[in-house]
């Protein structure tokens, strides 16, 4: 039995009320039309609590538009959701990538992460392939995915949306990488499910690196609104030199600026006793008071490490949780500690990640009980940096 409309039903009660349970919610596949948008597959899914989000199958998968009872959680950038065919890797330096960044969730890797890297290719045996050559977040998110499946799967009285996809990473005398990757969201909730799984296809030994660029806008972020994480300390960040200067903390967030320069810390957080590590941006002010959020939760295994980006500019304005494998040095700094992940031939790494928007101010305090349980968050906006690496 699920709540729609807040009130409890069974599948049979449902029936009675409709002749498509598609009027209440569902996943529909569409394909976009217009400017650098056109030919993008999207399926989707709405779960009837009015939580809508898309996902684009033609860009790795990854989630574009979100919204919650009308209101944005997903951030847009001013590149909408650029087609694959338009991208170039390695045009402007490897900057290219930020020509097609934009949407709740951007994939990064498989095989690289963070900035432009030219890395010795030693391993793929291929006497005419010195390097390899990677741009800003790596080749993934700008891939289209093969649609495996998608639809409703009822259990009971319990019905989860889903949708499964395939996107390769692959070339020959390189990489051969493949995301196989499914999304679910129960009918009746706020909550989406991302299931990863990144295997090694291939039959060289392949690095492997993964990152979510996963971005909130206004109007979860806000003047005021306050990013919530179990910190134990705060490693890194990439303002050091003038931490002060924009008037920026880690806490409490910011209204839009002009000229604003982008602010990247690095923190270390603690896992509860289940190693899950919840991440939050929460904007208690909105709709006079009621509140709004989004929660990200990872396994500490999975993603062992922890970013926020503040991108207060006016007009890209964007605050992204970003869990990653490694940390934000790099694949140089990686390799420098013995840290990189290397695949064998059918090797694999999963990674389970679930979203939660926040509705209202119980589910903010609730959430904030949780971290201070495990672990009791400073409110200093501006943390001394350990630059402690190992924990």
Not at 59 to 67: K, L, P, V, W
């Amino acid at each position: 039995m699920f709540s729609l409309y807040g009130e409890k039903r069974t599948r049979r009660e449902l029936a009675r009320l409709t002749g498509s349970f598609g009027q209440f919610a569902g996943v529909q596949l569409y394909t976009l039309a217009e400017g650098v948008e056109r030919g993008i597959r999207c399926l989707e899914f709405r779960t009837g609590t009015g939580l809508i989000f898309k996902v684009l199958v033609d860009r790795a998968f990854d989630i574009g538009a979100c919204e919650y009872k009308g209101a944005a959680i997903g951030w847009h950038s001013p590149t909408g959701f650029r087609h694959p065919s338009l991208h170039e890797h390695n045009d402007e330096g490897g900057l290219s990538w930020l020509r097609s960044f934009s949407g709740l969730m951007v994939t990064c890797g498989l095989d690289h992460t963070l900035f432009m890297d030219k890395d010795p290719a030693d391993h793929y045996h291929y006497e005419h392939r010195a390097v390899v050559d990677s741009s800003i977040h790596g080749r993934i998110a700008n891939t289209p995915g093969r649609l495996v499946g998608y639809g409703e799967r009822w259990d009971g009285d319990e019905c989860v949306l889903w949708c499964e996809g395939i996107v390769q990473q692959s070339t020959v005398f390189g990489e051969d990488l493949h995301l196989l990757r499914r999304i679910e969201a129960r009918v009746g909730s706020n909550e989406i499910t991302l299931h990863d799984r990144v295997v090694n296809h291939g039959f060289y030994r392949t690095p492997h690196m993964l990152m979510y660029h996963i971005n909130v806008g206004y109007p979860v972020l806000d003047k005021g609104s306050q990013y919530l994480a179990p910190v134990r300390h705060t490693i890194w960040a990439s303002h050091e030199s003038r931490l002060r200067e924009q008037s920026v903390g880690y806490f409490t967030q910011s209204a839009p600026q002009i000229d604003f320069r982008e602010q990247v810390f690095e923190h270390s957080l603690q896992a509860d006793q289940d190693g899950k590590v919840p991440i939050a941006l929460v904007n208690p002010n909105f709709d006079c008071g009621r509140g709004v959020g989004l929660m990200v939760e990872v396994n500490s295994k999975e993603f062992p490490c922890h970013f926020q980006w503040q991108n207060y500019q006016q007009g890209m304005y964007a605050m992204g949780i970003e869990p990653s494998t490694n940390h934000v040095l790099g694949k140089p700094f990686a390799k420098s500690r013995n840290e990189l992940i290397w695949l064998e031939h059918a090797e694999e790494r999963s990674y389970t990640t679930r979203f939660k928007v926040l509705d209202g101010q119980d589910e903010i305090h609730a959430l904030k009980e949780r971290i201070n349980g495990i672990c009791k968050q400073s409110e200093d906006e501006y943390p001394g940096l350990s630059g402690l690496w190992d924990g």
